[in-house]
T-cell receptor
Framework: GAVVSQHPSWVICKSGTSVKIECRSLDFQATTMFWYRQFPKQSLMLMATSNEGSKATYEQGVEKDKFLINHASLTLSTLTVTSAHPEDSSFYIC???????????FGQGTRLTVV | EDQVTQSPEALRLQEGESSSLNCSYTVSGLRGLFWYRQDPGKGPEFLFTLYSAGEEKEKERLKATLTKKESFLHITAPKPEDSATYLCAVKRGGGADGLTFGKGTHLIIQP
């Protein structure tokens, strides 16, 4: 099956700094990337959807200036958490998809802790 | 608004004791119901996609079924390695491609 590689697996950063998370589709061209966030004992919540070469579409309540998403190629999307605060601490998960292949491939997740 | 509700929240079984997990959903025009396994600190691992009422899919000790309002994940003779959180999700209504997830069922299989 297709592999989606997410990096880093975990990161600790100081409040006010920015953190970048990478999501790579290793063996297929991902025309669409999804970014989810999961708080402890909660469901995965969709943050944004990005199509290659286009601006991301953000879900209601997600600050687009805080969570910067770049999807410049068919194999790489990045999520940058800018000016991170402790309330941004969460588990961030990407999902790569293409036509007819939505929902099958998720990254390993990134545990972000802001101190 | 799309909604996915999973029950029970947690389930503890003895090895070999079969059971079922429930996923009730509300979505405008179902375009796919997904089941995943999630281990602690990991991303979801895809298990099944179901598209229409009456559809069934099997993989080893797992079988997923779908009706117009809910889906079941049946676990037959489970083993300790089946312990995980099982997530249900639906493709969102209105043509969007993202998924709406339930909170999951935390399954523990005791030897």
């Amino acid at each position: 099956g297709a592999v989606v590689s997410q990096h880093p697996s975990w990161v600790i950063c100081k409040s006010g700094t920015s953190v970048k998370i990478e999501c790579r589709s290793l063996d297929f061209q991902a025309t669409t990337m999804f970014w989810y966030r999961q708080f402890p004992k909660q469901s995965l919540m969709l943050m944004a959807t990005s199509n290659e070469g286009s601006k991301a579409t953000y879900e209601q309540g997600v600050e687009k200036d805080k969570f910067l998403i770049n999807h410049a190629s068919l194999t790489l999307s990045t999520l940058t958490v800018t000016s991170a605060h402790p309330e941004d601490s969460s588990f961030y998960i990407c999902s790569a998809g293409s036509s007819g292949r939505i929902g099958a491939f998720f990254g390993q997740g990134t545990r972000l802790t802001v101190v | 608004e799309d909604q996915v509700t999973q029950s029970p929240e947690a389930l503890r079984l003895q090895e070999g004791e079969s059971s079922s997990l429930n996923c009730s959903y509300t979505v405008s025009g179902l375009r796919g119901l997904f089941w995943y396994r999630q281990d602690p600190g990991k991303g979801p691992e895809f298990l099944f996609t179901l598209y229409s009422a009456g559809e069934e899919k099997e993989k080893e000790r797992l079988k997923a079924t779908l009706t117009k309002k809910e889906s079941f994940l049946h676990i037959t003779a489970p083993k300790p390695e089946d312990s995980a959180t099982y997530l249900c999700a639906v493709k969102r209504g209105g043509g969007a491609d993202g998924l709406t997830f339930g909170k999951g069922t935390h399954l523990i299989i005791q030897p």
